[in-house]
């Protein structure tokens, strides 16, 4: 995606947007919506940004999989199945950062 797609991940959309995406888990994943529901598998460990800037996303999973920090994401993070998990990303270091209540 192109930064000037960059309405496709706001988390503000209108119907002219694509819906949000759905894919299966795996190690990288490349999400082209904000919100990115994933089947069964294994943990994410490598988000590709979507745009070059800082930005949040919103996984969905299927089950309890999560993420992983062996990539671009600061944290070992287990998910609830089926609640979103907010994610934001920070260009300066190429990491994603979880959200988390705790």
Known sequence: MSDLNHQNINTVNSGLQPTPTRMAAAATIAPTT???V???GPAVATITPPVTGAHMLALMFADATGVTNTGNISAVVASVALRPM???YDPV???YFPVTTA
Do not use: R, Y
């Open 86 to 88: 907010l994610l934001i």
């Open 38 to 40: 994933l089947s069964a």
């Open 93 to 95: 270091s190429g990491n």
């Open 34 to 36: 904000f919100l990115t």
